[in-house]
T-cell receptor
């Protein structure tokens, strides 16, 4: 597609449930990033993929968070045992390579009730 | 000291005004610098990169002072459509990790008719 596509755009889930957030990057972009933006804050880095591998997952807050990119294109961010503090907008971005600019998707707004 | 610190705002200015945003960053080894714009409930979009020599794009001028670890954005002749949150963004990576962007909290600008 023309841009970075994220689904769903909104997700409401109950505390303790499992959720998956999907990101479809711009075709041909090898680098993919997940960021999280809480209300009133700038986006915070979660994880970076170069191709299929997670090159840097140092931003994942704890082991309830996991992300995959099995074929080097679509990525899924998975959150287990969701907590109310996980509520935020989860942003995905891609770039042609590590040194080029980012294009962000429109995000998934996750609300844990 | 926060990694990237911006004017807290909000800024409310009349149409046609000149407005300046300031930002400081903590890591002297930071490599690249950007201003992003984020409209309400939308994703961040790259406004402009910031270079040591200073750069201009129409009504927007960005400056970088590496010695003071300071970045600025000047908007001249502000328009209603400039109303948004402006995010100061720094690539603090070094030694092969020059992909991770660190965002400030953002400064909200409202341009009034």
């Amino acid at each position: 597609g023309a841009g970075v596509s994220q689904t769903p755009s909104n997700k409401v889930t109950e505390k303790g449930k499992y959720v998956e957030l999907r990101c479809d990057p711009i075709s041909g972009h090898t680098a993919l990033y997940w960021y999280r933006q809480s209300l009133g804050q700038g986006p915070e880095f979660l994880i970076y993929f170069q191709g299929t591998g997670a090159a840097d997952d140092s931003g994942l807050p704890n082991d309830r968070f996991f992300a995959v990119r099995p074929e080097g294109s679509v990525s899924t961010l998975k959150i287990q045992r969701t907590e109310r503090g996980d509520s935020a907008v989860y942003l995905c971005a891609s770039s042609l390579n590590r040194d080029s600019g980012y294009t962000f998707g429109s995000g998934t707004r996750l609300t844990v009730v | 000291r926060k990694e990237v610190e911006q004017d807290p705002g909000p800024f409310n200015v009349p149409e046609g005004a000149t407005v300046a945003f300031n930002c400081t960053y903590s890591n002297s080894a930071s490599q690249s610098f950007f201003w992003y714009r984020q409209d309400c409930r939308k994703e961040p979009k790259l406004l402009m990169s910031v270079y040591s020599s200073g750069n201009e794009d129409g009504r927007f001028t960005a400056q970088l002072n590496r010695a003071s670890q300071y970045i600025s954005l000047l908007i001249r002749d502000s328009k209603l459509s400039d109303s948004a949150t402006y995010l100061c963004v720094v690539n603090m990576g070094s030694g092969g990790s020059n992909y991770k962007l660190t965002f400030g909290k953002g400064t909200l600008l409202t341009v009034n008719p």
